[in-house]
């Protein structure tokens, strides 16, 4: 007799959801769909009136495609905001650029440079107008590549610190430092590119390994109270040889043991615990003459080796007890240049020694200068070389002891052109770190007010505020002003005889008004009596040129971004007082950035932080971890990964490592993260499928329940308990690793797996496949919200594909979810012995003893209450006994449904529920047929 072929009326999954992804060719049609329905207002409209969350965009620099650190640090971004919008908050998301300053000009003069054209030659308007036209191309390009990520922003309403308004509140914000006394004009050393022609900033800098020249110098000693000394040289040790021709002073240390030496026919003051160290530069032998302390070479004086030139070089260079002075290198004498170091600058200055600005903006010495006029560049290594002009002219008079270019160090370059940098004192605009000021009432310094406000904010992770605050505490001044072209200028007037700054409620608006209506063009000699009003002359004052430092313009990014209404999404309700955003959100480097600088600006203009909490993330290494450059050869493109991966590949990468520290991506990472991808959407795919005509009649309440779906209800509750935590941790790596888990762990290893015989065998009517479907629907509702936000692209698709005129999944909020109570440590229990099962069986299977676990019957040594452990554990029978056992089942198998059992007369026949079953479905459609 044939046997009836069972297949048909088997209830296996069906949906229309595709198991390959396609998601390069996909996710742009969906990018496409959201435009058109404007989906980041239909997410305000959604949101409105809900507790806000303001996140602030860092600006980016306008300039050049996007990178792996953009799209990481823009996926981060969205996925806060994502995950507050489901908590059900309105998270607004305006992006933003930083389009002025050095980057931007830098790029603009290579095309000068390239035509062999001369930047300072050209109209400042004119080549303004070209640094505003290469930024906005570049926000063009950028933008268009971030939403390809599936950011969900304000696109079309951006900021940009170039817009007119954006620079008329910047020149505000400098103001009301002037207006509060927070600004001042001083000559100092700075950081200065002699490349760039400007002062950086810290944040401008990176520090690279070099070799330099290191050469020990013979000062000769003409006065002293110690007779002794006159005539013997004292030498320093320096690796800047360029410094020597502005030498001013020499320091010591006064509870430092010098020695006086002869070395050869020379005698020599070197410090007692480096002359040993000396004398190997030096060469030859050394006999010890005398043992002089410190504080008694007060009042010494020695002369510049180059004295014979006169003039500057003629007057005497005293020794200055300095507590700067270590033993740890060098001679433990250290040349004073107070143009070109910061304790040099200081200690020169406390005895009258002020700086002679010999070097010029290029690097070259003034032409008028007594020793080398006109040549360099300092930073030269020729110019510095043991045989370069310094050394040579040293070596000419004997001053000259010992010098060799193999002097390793770690030395500070600009990060824009990548050429060393010098410290070179000019006048410059600074703001007081340890003035006292006074703001509605409270009169603290601005380093007090900022260590205060760091105490008060939450740092993600948490080392960021000890990194911040040592950084804060030890700052000098901030150096506001730039001497480049392409910025917001200081728009102050200075009155050129008192030298004050003119600080005129009048005048101060006019300013203002005028950058707002002609952007910082506006600044210009031809509108200075204008601005300055009919009552002051013009000729009585000087328009300051400088532009500020970009780090300003950022810095105030909160207060034309979040406090001036234009974006009215960002605006806080009436007399709110306080941070205006809830998070900042950038790399680790913006705590010298721009972190600090909107702290400092904030908190001079406002006496509190500009945010709530400030999350880091780390940077991107390749998968070697190495750091990733063009020259390596190591860089990877975001746009050509979301072209053979798609965008949410690259999201659940962002997401899924531990992006407060630094990490990788490579080839294999990302194989492994597009493994982890398919498993999502093979869990989405099977939910479809199990779903299919699902609707509300058939859903079970949780009491009528098996055991088995209460429990995966519970390991549901707790995965939406540790999802939380994550969104209010910001620990997006938990976040994806929890969700990931439960869908491989709680679900397609375990209730997928064991449910799949009900599901595809019991009746529609029976109660469990009914509780089996209605866990699946609220397993499939909790899963796409929780998904949501980091496949944004494939849980639109998942959502679409149930609910075709559902609108869009990131409209939901999030779910919620039963509260079941199970007993956690039994099931834990069970799983642990279920997998015990499955280990003991997979020798038989290997030897083909059995097919499957379905052909096994098991002994056990479980006496615990359980359910159907056979149906747990996907076997034939268990029985329980003292120990583990697995054996071949003598029970013939269903045909349908394929499992063993003692009713099931011979092979093929039908076990009673499926006979069951099937005689219900052929009564039903009239079908009768005969085994």
Request: charged letters at 25%.
């Amino acid at each position: 007799m044939t046997q009836r072929d069972y297949r048909n009326t088997v209830f296996l999954p069906k949906t229309d959801f595709p198991m390959k992804a396609g998601l390069p060719q996909k996710e742009p049609g969906i990018l496409a769909r959201w435009a058109d329905a404007d989906q980041y207002r239909l997410v305000r409209d959604a949101r409105k009136a809900r507790e806000k969350f303001i996140l602030h965009d860092g600006p980016p620099y306008a300039n050049g495609d996007m990178h792996i650190g953009h799209a990481l640090n823009h996926i981060l971004k969205d996925m806060v905001v994502r995950t507050q919008t489901l908590l059900g908050k309105d998270a607004p998301y305006v992006p933003g650029w930083d389009c002025h300053g050095l980057p931007i000009e830098w790029k603009v003069e290579e095309e000068y440079r390239k035509k062999k054209l001369n930047k300072d030659e050209v109209p400042p308007a004119e080549f303004r107008a070209e640094c505003r036209a290469y930024a906005r191309r570049w926000v063009d390009v950028q933008r268009e590549q971030l939403k390809r990520l599936g950011i969900n922003a304000d696109w079309d309403h951006p900021y940009l610190t170039m817009d007119f308004a954006a620079e008329a509140t910047i020149v505000r914000e400098l103001m009301t430092f002037a207006e509060t006394g927070q600004l001042y004009r001083g000559a100092k050393p700075v950081m200065w590119s002699p490349v760039e022609k400007t002062a950086l900033a810290e944040a401008e800098i990176e520090y690279e390994d070099i070799t330099s020249t290191q050469i020990d110098v013979a000062f000769e000693i003409i006065e002293s109270a110690i007779p002794a000394l006159v005539g013997t040289h004292a030498v320093i040790w320096t690796t800047t040889p360029w410094t020597i021709p502005v030498n001013q002073a020499i320091a010591y240390g006064a509870a430092v043991e010098y020695l006086r030496i002869a070395l050869g026919e020379h005698r020599y003051l070197v410090a007692a615990p480096l002359v040993d160290t000396f004398v190997a530069r030096a060469g030859g032998e050394y006999t010890v003459l005398d043992t002089i302390t410190g504080a008694a070479l007060e009042g010494t004086i020695a002369r510049h080796p180059m004295h014979a030139l006169g003039g500057f070089y003629a007057r005497p260079r005293p020794f200055l007890a300095g507590d700067f002075v270590t033993t740890e290198s060098g001679t433990g004498l250290v040349h004073m240049s107070p143009d070109h170091g910061e304790d040099d600058f200081i200690l020169c200055k406390a005895h009258g020694i002020e700086p002679v600005f010999a070097v010029e903006a290029d690097g070259r010495y003034r032409a008028d200068w007594g020793w080398l006029p006109g040549e360099g560049s300092v930073i030269n290594p020729k110019f510095n070389a043991p045989d370069g002009p310094v050394c040579t002219a040293l070596r000419e008079v004997g001053a000259l002891v010992a010098a060799t270019a193999d002097y390793k160090h770690s030395y500070p370059h600009s990060w824009r052109s990548k050429a060393k940098v010098i410290f070179r004192c000019t006048p410059q605009w600074f703001v007081p770190m340890d003035k006292a000021i006074t703001l509605d009432g409270d009169t603290h310094t601005l380093r007090e007010r900022a260590v205060t406000a760091i105490a008060q904010t939450r740092w993600v992770p948490e080392k960021g505020r000890n990194r911040i605050a040592a950084m804060v505490e030890g700052r000098p001044d901030w150096v506001l002003s730039r001497q480049r072209a392409w910025g917001v200028p200081i728009a102050l007037f200075v009155h050129r005889q008192s030298g004050e700054v003119l600080v005129d409620a009048a005048v101060n608006a006019r300013i203002v008004a005028g950058i707002e209506a002609e952007g910082v063009d506006a600044w210009d000699d031809a509108n200075a009596a204008q601005f300055l009003g009919p009552d002051r002359d013009v000729a009585d004052y000087e328009r300051v040129a400088d532009i500020l430092d970009v780090w300003f313009d950022s810095g105030s990014t909160h207060a034309f971004v979040l406090g001036s209404g234009r974006w009215p999404d960002l605006t806080r309700p009436a007399g709110y007082s306080g941070p205006l955003a809830d998070l900042y959100l950038e790399g680790s480097d913006q705590h010298r950035g721009w972190f600090q600088s909107s702290l400092l600006e904030s908190c001079a203009t406002r006496g509190h932080a500009p945010y709530k909490a400030v999350l880091t993330h780390g940077f991107t290494m390749d998968a070697k971890g190495l750091k990733m450059s063009k020259s390596l050869g190591n860089t990877i493109s975001p746009i050509d990964l979301m072209r053979d991966y798609g965008a949410d590949i690259l999201r659940l990468w962002a997401l899924s490592v531990d992006f407060t520290e630094d990490h990788r991506i490579g080839k294999e990472i990302l194989a492994g993260v597009a493994d982890q991808y398919r498993k999502l959407r093979n869990t989405f795919r099977y939910l479809l499928g199990a779903l299919e005509g699902f609707g509300e009649a058939e859903a079970l309440p949780v009491a009528e329940m098996p055991e088995l779906e209460r429990y995966v209800l519970a390991r549901l509750g707790a995965l939406d308990a540790t999802l939380r935590t994550a969104v209010d941790d910001f620990d997006f790596n938990t976040y994806v690793r929890a969700l990931t888990d439960f869908c491989n762990e709680d679900l397609s290893a375990f209730f997928f797996d064991i449910r799949k015989d009900s599901l595809y065998c019991d009746a529609p009517t029976d109660t469990r496949r009914r509780a089996c479907r209605t866990v699946l629907d609220t397993l499939f509702q909790a899963l796409v919200r929780y998904a949501a936000p980091v496949l944004v692209f494939t849980a639109e698709e998942v959502w679409g594909t149930r609910y075709p005129a559902g609108g869009s999944v990131h409209l939901l909020e999030w779910p919620e979810i039963p509260a079941v109570s199970v007993d956690e440590a039994r099931w834990t229990e069970l799983r642990a012995l279920r997998a015990t099962v499955n280990e003991a069986i997979e020798p038989l299977r290997r030897e083909k003893v059995v097919g499957s676990g379905l052909e096994a019957t098991v002994t056990v040594p479980y006496a615990g209450a359980a359910t159907d452990l056979a149906e747990l554990f996907i076997t034939a029978a268990v029985h329980p006994g003292d120990t583990l056992s697995v054996t071949r089942t003598d029970d013939h198998k269903c045909g349908r449904c394929w499992r063993h059992l003692p009713e099931v007369a011979q092979d093929g026949d039908l076990c009673a529920r499926c006979d069951e079953v099937v005689v219900a479905m052929d009564t039903l459609s009239g079908d009768q047929v005969s085994a």
